[in-house]
């Protein structure tokens, strides 16, 4: 039974008799050593595979070339924000200029390029190269993998947008602005990144995990986020200029940005980026946070299923 | 300078799979929009303009530019086998030419053509408005072409560099800096636009023709001979 069954000493047998020998099934014991090690089990993989996928998105781990996209990124979102408070400092403002929320949907474009660069290089990249089925081999489940790898592009996303902000609340409360009043718009700001990462990272991840080829997956995501975007907005210039303000509301459902734009404006006290700076009805309201929770769910639902089939 | 061997090839590369259908995509949502507008407001000529020149060459044309103008060249040096079509006696220019009139092609198709029905759609063609966009989408078609593909064999990252020019450039600092302007091709083909149609259609350019006329041969020139050169000393660069 055992497999370490030692062969036969062939130096000192005749040349017939060695070649009649070597033709049988015999398994050589060449001294590798089997682990006996503890074995760290599938939430220590996910834990790894999370952290891995997070710091790729920041090209920490990754080739000084990768490093200069994501860099240059986060540089280009956080510089404005720092500008911000300075100009706020200097001239003795009562408040910032730009609200939290709003200065997130400003940046929307530099957000977007992070995202279409990051997730198709943390997703379709193992698609790629077929390191999908290794992972699965291991004690990690699918579910797992697409947990892990979504949570690591909400949480890469969710810092890309909350370290503006939070150096905006420092910056204001350093230039002496209102404290209670900073510390609401900064906690209804980073409440509003955690929902605009959560829904981006889901649309992204869910693009990313269909196609294999990167620049495909980079230019999908881009169209998905800003084609409905400016087409919202054309529209609502329409709605506005034809004297139809009721629609506004309800053609801001139609891209994530605008709907993310209605949510802050109505319930995160920010301003409306919408035509006349128009804020949602209670009717839309709930719509609007009924059609966010729906979408989370639905592409998170979709990105499981397309991990479901074998041989992807 | 034109051959049919490396055009088919590309036409292929371009159309071939799921790029066809994002082609496809985004036109058939101008042309329904387009339709829906119409159908709610009534033909009107500021909303013609603001649809067209808000969406349409601002969204539509640079997008379908990119994608066309990189997937000409960039998927082919990006997975080696572009060593295959150079290592044809085929000249070095001719299929940068051909790749180009290729990519220009499908943009023109993809965009230029749906630009002009969704003009007659939502206006019929009042102030020639539909034909000045559709015109400035055509040129604006050929200048993004020749840019991306040059882009295409520059970088490996040639599709975020595209996006970001076409989305931080033109839309972002083209709306803030003044002088941002004139180094856009969107601008250049508005410039042609305004000439094109009627004198009350609201279509506006930062640039004056004669600018814009000679921005754009330069930029479509220059970044076609620039691309040639480049295919010429192209290194094939490992995965990162």
């Known amino acids: ?312 | 300078m034109y051959n049919p061997t490396v055009a088919r090839l590309t036409w292929r590369a371009l159309l071939g799979r799921r790029r066809a259908l994002i082609l496809c995509v985004l036109p058939a949502l101008l042309l329904v929009v387009a339709a829906a507008v119409r159908a709610m407001n009534g033909a009107d000529d500021a909303v013609t303009s603001q649809l067209l020149g808000g969406f349409a060459l601002a969204t539509l044309v640079p997008l379908i530019g990119v994608i066309a103008g990189t997937g000409a060249i960039g998927p082919e040096i990006d997975d080696g086998s572009v060593v295959y079509l150079l290592s044809k006696p085929v000249g070095r220019t001719s299929i940068i030419v051909t790749k180009l009139l290729v990519a220009a092609g499908t943009t023109a198709v993809f965009a230029a053509v749906p630009v002009l029905v969704a003009g007659f759609v939502l206006n019929g063609n009042s102030q020639q408005i539909a034909v000045a966009y559709a015109v400035a989408a055509t040129v604006a078609s050929l200048a993004y072409s020749a840019l991306f593909l040059l882009l295409g064999t520059v970088s490996r990252h040639a599709v975020v560099i595209g996006l970001v020019y076409a989305l931080i450039w033109e839309a972002l600092i083209g709306s803030l800096v003044p002088g941002a302007k004139t180094l856009s091709v969107q601008q250049w083909a508005l410039a042609l636009a305004e000439k094109v149609a009627g004198s009350g259609a609201d279509i506006s350019s930062s640039v004056a023709v004669p600018t814009a006329v000679v921005l754009l041969a330069v930029v479509t020139g220059g970044g076609t001979l620039f691309a040639g050169q480049k295919l010429r000393t192209l290194t094939l660069a490992g995965e990162e």
């Open chain 1, 1 to 312: 039974m055992s497999p370490d069954q030692t062969p036969a000493p062939q130096a000192t047998a005749s040349g017939g008799a060695a070649t009649a020998e070597r033709g049988q099934n015999v398994i050589h014991n060449i001294g590798y050593r089997g682990y006996e090690g503890p074995r760290l089990g599938r939430s220590y993989a996910r834990r790894a595979l999370f952290s891995q996928s997070l710091r790729g998105t920041y090209g920490l781990g990754r080739s000084a070339k990768s490093k200069v996209l994501p860099l240059l990124l986060f540089a280009a979102v956080c510089i404005p924000a720092a500008i911000l408070v300075a100009v706020a400092a200097l001239t003795k403002a009562k408040e910032l200029q730009v609200g939290y929320a709003e200065y997130v949907l400003l940046m929307q474009p530099l957000l977007g390029i992070y995202l279409a660069a990051a997730a198709p290089q943390a997703i379709s990249m193992d698609l790629r190269f077929k390191t999908t089925p290794l992972y699965f081999s291991r004690p990690m489940e699918r579910s797992d993998y697409v947990a892990a790898k979504y949570a690591a592009l909400s949480a890469a996303l969710f810092l890309f947008t909350a370290v503006p902000v939070l150096i905006m609340y420092i910056g204001a409360l350093l230039a002496k602005l209102d404290f209670g009043d900073q510390t609401e718009g900064a906690v209804q700001g980073l409440v509003f990144c955690a929902l605009f990462a959560l829904l981006h990272a889901a649309i992204a991840a869910w693009i990313a995990a269909l196609t294999p080829r990167r620049g495909f997956g980079v230019a999908a995501i881009i169209v998905a986020i800003t084609v409905p975007y400016f087409l919202v907005s054309a529209l609502q210039g329409i709605a506005w200029t034809s004297d139809n303000n009721g629609a506004i509301g309800w053609l801001g459902l139609g891209s994530p940005g605008t709907l993310l734009d209605g949510v802050q404006s109505r319930f995160l006290g920010g301003r409306s980026g919408f035509p006349d700076e128009q804020t949602l009805t209670g009717a839309q309201g709930a719509v609007y946070l009924v059609v966010l929770a729906a979408l989370i769910v639905c592409f998170c639902t979709l990105l499981l299923r397309r991990y479901r089939k074998a041989g992807l």
